[in-house]
């Protein structure tokens, strides 16, 4: 047994199975893969990887996993249950590619502003790679962790899992415990993230939060008494997308790298992996290495942080923010015809999994969270519009801009 240092959990233990795991070049690659694409270009100290946020997952899906077959009374929560979703938690980002979220949304970029036809699974791109690599390259891992469970076939378990398409109220339970309302991928990367970036908004007590999630009529729930332990949870998700994540600056900076991206696509000098070995050479560090050779505004903005600026006067926020769909064709041609030098970036909080999609547990019976807090009834939506251009783009085109926007904020 290995045991690793965390500035979140304090020791991590891996054993000998999920060390010849952790040894896999293919997971050591994601110490090269940046946690929050350019969010350092506003926190520096936000610098952290994928690497030590899946070890963060196999340690608090192992715990909260185990605490919930105590809690419910599950026979086939084993020792070698909690080993296996624990693996699950350790590989479900295995697939990230350069500058997490932001490459996807560069994909999504040449798709759309250059016409492109990648493969584009959206927020969940990662996870198709991902699934593809595990089966490849870590299904004997997975199997020698799985011989002490009755889990027949871990590759399967573990793709109905992380696609949230279960055949078992094992799958279930494991795809619950690493992504839903409540997690381990959310607990680990709301107090990661907090602490990187040196702020407090996402912080909770997740030892306590363990202890009061239940799993009965195939849905993780949250004990009554727990109820201000949950809202606590969703109050520091609220926070941090608000604060962190949809920072204004943020998203105009991981707009110019997902335009340089699409570019790049577009000019043939990047592609999508095919086989899980090409996946070694997708980092950040290629990805910077490739925008230096080309220099230019992008090159200077995404080094250097120059260049670039918001139109401060047009955020849309809310309603207004959601109503950007009607002008977005507009926005994607504006931003080909001006090259990249104006940017619209669209924030949106759309998670694959209802933060809300709550329910607690009471002696009447499951009710959803949002009828029995109010805190998490007056919780909703976080939607955001930025507009950026270059200091050097043609009037026009940033004319141009405003003015959708300016339309927007009049009719909303």
Known sequence: MKLVRDPIHGFIEIDE????????????????ISQTGLASHVYPGMTHTRFEHSLGVMKASSEIVKRVGENSGLDFVSKGFVNLVSSVGMLHDIGHLPFSHTFELGLEMANKVYGLRLEDNGRKTHVHIGLR????????????????????????????????????????LCSYIISSSIDADRSDYLLRDSYYAGVVYGLFDLERLKRILVYRDGKLQVLEKGVPIAEEFLLGRTHMYQNVYFHSVVGMFNAILALALAKMFKDGELSLPNKSEELLDMTDFRILTEVGKKGGYAHDAILFRKGFKRAKDLELNGECARMFY????????????????????????????????????TKEGPKEMKTVSKVAGALGRIDKVVLAFHETANSSMVDRARSLLEWLKSTC
């Open 326 to 361: 009607q002008v977005r064709k507009e926005a994607i041609d504006i931003m080909r015809d001006s090259d990249g030098m104006v940017v619209f970036h669209e924030f949106s909080d759309a998670p694959d999994q209802d933060p809300l999609n709550l329910f607690v547990y």
């Open 133 to 172: 690599v595990i089966e490849e390259e870590f299904a004997k891992n997975l199997e020698k962790i799985s011989k002490e469970t009755n889990i027949s076939d871990p590759v399967k378990f573990t793709k109905d899992a992380l696609l949230d398409v279960p055949k078992s109220e094992e799958e279930r």
């Open 17 to 32: 199975d999920k060390i010849e795991i952790v040894s896999n070049p293919l997971f050591q690659r994601l110490r090269f």
